[in-house]
């Protein structure tokens, strides 16, 4: 997996020497579904005798994200995520308990950015950011207090320029945060996130000579 990882950073590093994004400006908004695999709460819910309802194991999701070249191919990025999803358990009564989970956070981080990779405007990258996530978990008979933490983020995607200052592209990421259910175990917040973005490019200021004045 490492050898893979550089190998990545090596080909984006390069392809990103030819035009590069020092000082280009970004701003990326776009959605999705974020997929939030519960395996050992769920484990733990049954053995309890209040297992978890089939259904979808996620929900909508969305991103804001800010980012700032500051080399050829490193970008400086902060990105706003949100998540929603519902879930139920079987009561031991026969009845139903539903849940419902919203997580949200701000992360800062950097972007690995290729430029032209393969065709012109098409540009991969691969990024990792931490920030504090909040995780409100609600449920109609159960008071859970909102919690915030520390979440980790990485993933990749990509942009494929359709316009000199206009993209869009495919975005995923793996997101570690987690809370709790009382009297029952930890659970998932997190997720993996599956967006498509559209993009708007700021291009730097062109430089000019400095003035000097003559003697």
Known sequence: ???????????????????????????????????VPNWWFQSHAADLGTPVIPTVDGGGAGFASFGLGVTTSLEVSIDLLFGYHEFALRAVDGGTRPFSSLTAGAVIGGRLV????????????????????????????AKIPEKVTVGFVGG??????????????????????????????GINVGGVMFSVHFTVFFPPALKRDLDVPGF
Do not use: H
């Open 1 to 35: 997996m490492k050898q893979w990882f550089v190998v990545c950073a090596l080909v984006l590093s390069s392809a990103g020497w030819a035009q590069g994004i020092d000082g280009v400006g970004r701003i990326s908004v776009g959605g999705g579904f974020r997929w």
């Open 114 to 141: 290729g430029t032209d990779v393969f065709w012109k405007g098409f540009s991969p990258y691969l990024s990792a950011q931490a920030g504090p996530m909040l995780s409100a978990l609600s449920a109609r008979d």
């Open 156 to 185: 990749g995607g990509f942009t494929q320029k359709i316009m000199d200052r206009y993209g869009v592209g495919l975005d995923v990421r793996y997101i570690y945060a987690r809370n709790a259910v009382p009297d029952i175990s």
